[in-house]
């Protein structure tokens, strides 16, 4: 086992190097093109596309003979995947040009149509003698290890065109992916551009068929593009992270059918995908779950800090300074225990001056200074509510309630120059940071 | 061209199934979820195949509850993935559903050792052998014709709740019929359907049947009801005009045209897609025609 994983991760076969390098090769082109795929919204394009290819594989299977051409020849099934790939995204873009029918609805009418007139004709050649359909199983389930070195350079050629052409027109095709309208007002060549896109993607589906086959191609075009979005929120990254994932994934995809003989290589590509794709979905350093809820929690932490203190001033203001938890918890409906660990906290960091019975405590200069620069926000938030954004007075104090935890020091100057000096006396607190008399 | 008693059984699956998918293909339309038969009928694999592995036997109820809490599962766990992780629509279906399918490839391969299951027999059907049979009546009609009366009840039951739900959830919610349950119901049922009718007519069919005839009815109707009643209609028309090109024309054709002149029949389940796609492609042109050289004619039907 150990000897045979070695043998493999080193290269040592000229098979396992011709294998491995075009399964790496397709993955990355398949995730670049498919990160294009996804901010477009098509993704499941490459699935009817990949379905599509199968009336043309399986007619120039059955043409071959007449043309004196091996029917086994990848490149001459290639091309009959080309011809109908692309009959079969013009059938899409008829449909969504021709009727009300939605775009979801075309993709699926033209993936189902195709397949079964594929299908049909796949059942013609099943009856050939020779048992000669075992040569297009290989594109149906994707079989790698069946490419040999020419087909190799085939995807290395295709590769390099699909990283070429999305490097040179990178920034023609992010407008396209964000702002079709002003690409196309601003003269930009609009349909070309999304023609030369969706031709790469046929492209990359006719190089994927050997890899992972029809059904399974648009695998790599969604799933290393979709992972990518939860690392970065930059497009060039993006595109990296999902090109390095696809051609990752294929990789790992490769060496462990080397190791587990018997299992479906493309499948394992695939599950190496997913794989990475659920690690990201959790860890991701952009959008990952565990990040949000981290970043969630930390909001939510500073939202009740600062609601506690400005209660805590508020106290104050109206009575003693020295202000005892019953009166706090009258202002807001918390929960006792939230309420006390939240002030343990505050005065753990310095903010309040606590008895040690915990029953009372006092803002302490910090904690002055801190109260008071958010009670000055909330109420100049509150008095520009009511004199400028035509807000019923009811509902201003919970408006203000949630806006004051964003407001930064340039939007507070801004409203304390919109806002008379009669108002500002009345309402709002001096500023700590300036001294006012 | 022989015609025999197998080729009337053949026909009679094929439309009953046919019009069993067309009904909750409706819906899936109207709801712009079309694509999720599509990715049902590739994420029940893995749900078969565990079936299969912890049962040990062909036995179709333990199939049936995998294949259906597989289809569940792409449902619930796409939509997760969609809000939770923000990603696109499509793109979350396409994640789970490739995912499942390839989980599911490697599956079978593993239980190959323990039942025959072969992903081509999932994937084409095996029509022509299901209907051989030696009771008068082939089980697979009697199951298909079950599931046809299954889902049309259903749909007259709830047509009022699916219609609203289709349209306007929000309305719906705001006026007391749960929306979201009525979604699920409806991926319950696409799934219940996508698997009974795997056995006999395979997956393809039945991708083409939810989708196809709806779309082609769309054309002709604006009213739900108009829109089911043309959907069965094009789903039977399909299974008919797809068997007979299956065992007469298109082994003719498709022999001339390539210079085998040996061919036999061929797939049924493949013709009847395909042929369902010759009556869309036919329907959408003639629309056009209409629109373009009689404007007054489109008014009432189109």
């Known amino acids: 086992m150990m000897e045979s994983f070695w043998r493999v991760l080193l290269l040592q076969d000229h098979n396992t190097r011709v294998v491995m390098a075009g399964a790496c090769l397709f993955g990355a082109a398949a995730g670049l093109a498919g990160t294009f795929l996804l901010l477009r919204k098509r993704s499941l394009l490459g699935d009817t596309l990949g379905h599509a290819t199968l009336p043309g594989i399986t007619l120039a299977f059955l043409l071959a003979e007449t043309f004196g051409i091996s029917p086994r020849s990848f490149l001459w099934l290639a091309l009959g995947a080309t011809i109908s790939g692309v009959a079969g995204m013009g059938a899409v873009l008829l449909i969504r040009k021709t009727s009300r029918l939605k775009d979801d609805a075309a993709l699926a009418i033209v993936l189902s149509v195709f397949f079964g007139a594929g299908i049909a004709m796949l059942s013609a050649i099943q009856q050939l003698p020779g048992g000669q359909a075992a040569g297009l199983e290989r594109l149906i389930y994707g079989n790698p290890a069946s490419m040999t070195s020419s087909d190799a350079w085939f995807v290395l050629l295709a590769s390099l065109l699909v990283a070429g052409v999305c490097g040179f027109l990178f920034k023609e095709f992010t407008l396209l992916c964000f702002d079709e309208s002003y690409a196309l007002t601003a003269g930009w060549p609009v349909r070309p551009l999304d023609a030369l896109l969706m031709g790469l993607v046929v492209l990359v589906t006719i190089v994927g068929l050997q890899t992972v086959g029809i059904l399974l191609v648009v695998a790599l075009l969604v799933i290393p593009p979709a992972a990518a979005r939860f690392w970065s929120d930059d497009l060039r990254a993006m595109a990296l992270v999902a090109a390095g994932a696809g051609g990752l994934s294929s990789l790992v995809g490769v060496v462990a059918s080397a190791l587990l003989p018997g299992l479906p290589t493309g499948a394992l590509i695939v599950l190496s995908a997913a794989l990475f794709f659920g690690v990201s979905l959790l860890v991701g350093k952009k959008r990952g779950l565990i990040i949000r809820h981290l970043l969630e929690r930390e909001a939510a932490r500073r939202l009740r800090r600062e609601h506690v203190l400005r209660a805590i001033f508020e106290c104050a203001e109206d009575m003693q300074p020295v202000v005892t938890l019953e009166q706090v918890l009258a202002k807001r409906p918390w929960k006792k225990n939230e309420l006390r660990s939240e002030i343990s906290q505050l005065t753990d960091d310095g903010l309040l001056t606590t008895e040690p019975s915990g029953a009372s405590f006092q803002l302490n200069g910090r904690g002055d200074s801190e109260a008071r620069r958010l009670v000055r926000n909330h109420r100049l938030w509150e008095i520009y509510l009511l004199n400028h954004a035509d807000v019923a007075p009811a509902r201003v104090d919970r408006d203000a309630d949630l806006i004051e935890h964003v407001l930064d020091q340039r939007l507070v100057d801004e409203l304390e120059d919109l806002l008379d000096e009669k108002a500002r006396e009345r309402l709002v607190p001096g500023n700590p940071e300036k001294k006012l008399p | ?302």
């Open chain 2, 1 to 302: 061209m022989i015609w025999t008693e197998l080729d009337t059984w053949i026909v009679v699956t094929g439309a009953l199934t046919a019009m069993a998918c067309a009904v909750p293909g409706v819906f899936l339309l109207l709801n712009k979820q079309s694509m999720l038969g599509d990715a049902i009928s590739h994420a029940v694999l893995p749900g078969l195949a565990i079936g299969f592995l912890v049962s040990g036997t062909r036995d179709p109820l333990p199939m049936l509850i995998g294949a259906v809490l597989a289809g569940l599962f792409t449902g619930v766990v796409s939509g997760v993935i969609e809000r939770r992780g923000r990603v696109e629509t499509g793109a979350s279906l396409g994640v789970v559903f490739c995912s499942l399918f390839a989980l599911g490839l490697i599956l079978i391969r593993i239980a190959a050792d323990h039942v025959d299951l072969d992903p081509g027999c999932v994937l084409y059907g095996a029509l022509e052998l299901a209907v051989i049979d030696s009771a008068p009546v082939p089980r697979i009609v009697w199951q298909s014709g079950a599931i046809l009366f299954l889902n049309l009840a259903l749909a007259a039951v709830f047509f009022k709740e699916l219609q609203l739900a289709a349209f306007d959830p929000r309305f719906a919610k705001a006026s007391g019929i749960p929306s979201g349950w009525i979604h699920q119901g409806l991926t319950i049922v696409t799934a219940l359907t996508t698997v009974v009718a795997f056995e006999s007519v395979g997956s393809i069919l039945v991708i083409a049947m939810l989708i196809v005839p709806g779309a082609t009815a769309m054309l002709l109707s604006r009213r739900v009801a108009g829109v089911l009643l043309w959907s069965l209609v094009v789903a039977l028309c399909s299974a008919v005009l797809g068997h007979l090109l299956a065992i007469s024309v298109g082994p003719a054709w498709l022999g001339w045209l390539t210079g085998h002149n040996d061919l036999g029949s061929l797939s049924s389940a493949g013709m009847m897609a395909a042929s369902a796609g010759g009556i869309f492609f036919t329907f959408l042109a003639a629309s056009r025609l209409v629109q373009r050289f009689l404007p007054s004619l489109q008014k009432r039907t189109l």
